[in-house]
């Protein structure tokens, strides 16, 4: 299922979906949720939204297959996953995540 699609009215932001608790302002949904005034939504890219669900079913197909996983997530723990990054210590560039060193 996708996402709420952007509120805002940028052009760019209409070719984002929003973090599902935006419109509730809860701080998960802001990149920036440990402020005092958060301002920076979460959002993800609607082109790479399949292709991000996608690459994670892979995954787990492969550590299924290789013994390190005893079962596959569903599409919603993916999607879950994939609102729950931790903007601080990691970044979503394209398909694959990479961990900043710390």
């Known amino acids: 299922m996708a996402p709420a699609?952007?509120?805002s009215t940028s052009w760019w932001r209409q070719?984002?979906?929003d973090h599902p608790g935006y419109a509730a302002?809860?701080?998960d949904s802001f990149a920036d949720g440990g402020s005092k005034n958060p301002s920076?939504?979460?959002v993800f890219c609607k082109a790479c939204w399949i292709h991000r669900i996608e690459a994670e079913q892979r995954k787990d197909n492969e550590e299924l297959s290789q013994g390190k996983r005893q079962d596959v997530r569903g599409q919603g723990m993916i999607e879950d996953y994939l609102w729950a990054f931790s903007y601080n210590t990691e970044q979503?560039?394209?398909s694959e995540i990479h961990v900043s060193p710390k």
Request: proline share 7%; with cysteine.
């Open 40 to 42: 920076k939504p979460k």
């Open 15 to 17: 070719l984002c979906w």
């Open 92 to 94: 979503s560039q394209g």
């Open 5 to 7: 699609q952007s509120t």
């Open 25 to 27: 302002k809860t701080l």
